[in-house]
């Protein structure tokens, strides 16, 4: 009977913990952090999930972290017809809750966290060949774009602002401050 009873309690406190467990989506914990500054949720969108996973897995067939490796952001980008959109890539963290403190951390990083307006969100990760390093792609832009001709005119003109941090297996960690049209400043 105490065996039951038992059983009873922990499939219990499972359930109730179920809830709490789907409000865990990489999407709601990046929202939660938005929203505490003032900023609006996101939803998991499917096009850029498709961005964000062929820039992973490129990074991890590659063993190279670059924005670069399947070529320029603003071409790879285009297809989620955005007015704004930044990314945020990472590898070493199995969990996505480990690799969002990492960019929570990183002034640039946590700017495309917080990109301003921004509505959706693509998120992946892919393991290198030897599947010892995990690499991750966050992709984080506005609304659909109207298409030219139905929208406001004088559309504000496309910018991407990217960050990209060179591994810490380099004895001196590097960064790019600002990526602004394939620069680095």
């Known amino acids: 009977m105490q065996r039951a009873v038992g059983g009873v309690l922990a499939l219990c406190l499972l359930?109730?913990?179920?809830?709490?467990l789907a409000a865990d989506s990489p999407a709601e914990?990046?929202?939660?952090?938005?929203?505490?500054?003032?900023?609006?949720?996101?939803?998991?969108?499917?096009?850029?999930?498709?961005?964000?996973?062929?820039?992973?897995?490129?990074m991890a067939a590659?063993?190279?972290?670059?924005?670069?490796?399947?070529?320029?952001?603003?071409?790879?980008?285009?297809?989620?017809?955005?007015?704004?959109?930044?990314?945020?890539?990472?590898?070493?963290?199995?969990s996505f809750e480990k690799t969002l403190g990492q960019w929570i951390d990183s002034s640039g990083h946590r700017k495309n966290l917080l990109l301003h307006?921004?509505?959706?969100?693509g998120i992946a990760s892919a393991k290198?060949?030897?599947?010892?390093?995990?690499?991750?792609?966050?992709?984080?832009?506005?609304?659909?774009e109207p298409k030219p001709g139905k929208g406001k005119k004088g559309k504000e003109p496309v910018v991407v602002v990217k960050r990209e941090v060179?591994?810490?297996?380099?004895?001196?960690?590097?960064?790019?401050?600002?990526?602004l049209l394939?620069?680095?400043i």
């Open 182 to 184: 394939g620069l680095c």
């Open 117 to 121: 307006n921004a509505s959706r969100v």
């Open 29 to 58: 914990l990046i929202s939660r952090f938005r929203l505490a500054h003032g900023e609006p949720r996101v939803v998991r969108d499917a096009t850029l999930d498709r961005i964000a996973m062929d820039q992973a897995r490129a």
């Open 166 to 179: 060179v591994p810490a297996s380099r004895s001196k960690p590097r960064e790019c401050h600002v990526k």
């Open 62 to 94: 590659k063993d190279n972290l670059s924005h670069d490796v399947l070529g320029s952001f603003f071409t790879r980008v285009a297809p989620a017809k955005a007015g704004r959109a930044a990314e945020n890539i990472a590898y070493g963290y199995e």
């Open 15 to 20: 359930l109730a913990a179920m809830p709490a």
């Open 128 to 144: 290198d060949a030897s599947g010892k390093r995990t690499y991750w792609a966050m992709v984080i832009a506005g609304d659909y």
